[in-house]
Nanobody, 124 residues
Framework: QVQVVESGGDSVQAGGSLRLSCAAS????????MGWFRQVLGKEREGVAT???????TYADAVKDRFTISQDENKNTLYLQMNSLKTEDTAMYYC??????????????????WGQGTQVTVSS
């Protein structure tokens, strides 16, 4: 069974940086797509960034040029480097995978194998 565990969330000042990690295990085949999503209580979950097996990266407009998604295939770990953090980045951040091909976008409905999330709080 696929499992993902996020870590690295913290409370930081606006303008600061954080690096989130997602450890994935239990795969019998490499996921077609892995991504980061976030959710504020009471709002819908939104896509942040995804990476496809061929290395194609996709970012939400709100985080372009500030966040960088990357992965260490040997360690089955996904990362999200977040720079120039803003108060509006405050959210629970989730890692998710999609095993089959065909989609690697920002819609969270296209993903399964969710982690428990890691909280990021950015204060002014």
């Amino acid at each position: 069974q696929v499992q993902v565990v996020e870590s690295g969330g913290d409370s930081v000042q606006a303008g600061g940086s954080l690096r989130l990690s997602c450890a994935a295990s239990g795969y019998t085949m490499r996921p077609y797509c892995m991504g980061w999503f976030r959710q504020v209580l009471g709002k819908e979950r939104e896509g942040v960034a995804t990476v496809r097996t061929d290395g194609t990266l996709t970012y939400a407009d709100a985080v372009k040029d500030r966040f960088t998604i990357s992965q260490d295939e040997n360690k089955n770990t996904l990362y999200l480097q977040m720079n120039s953090l803003k108060t509006e980045d405050t959210a629970m951040y989730y890692c998710a995978t999609r095993l089959s091909g065909g989609y690697c976008g920002m819609d969270w409905n296209g993903f399964g194998s969710w982690g428990q999330g890691t909280q990021v709080t950015v204060s002014s």
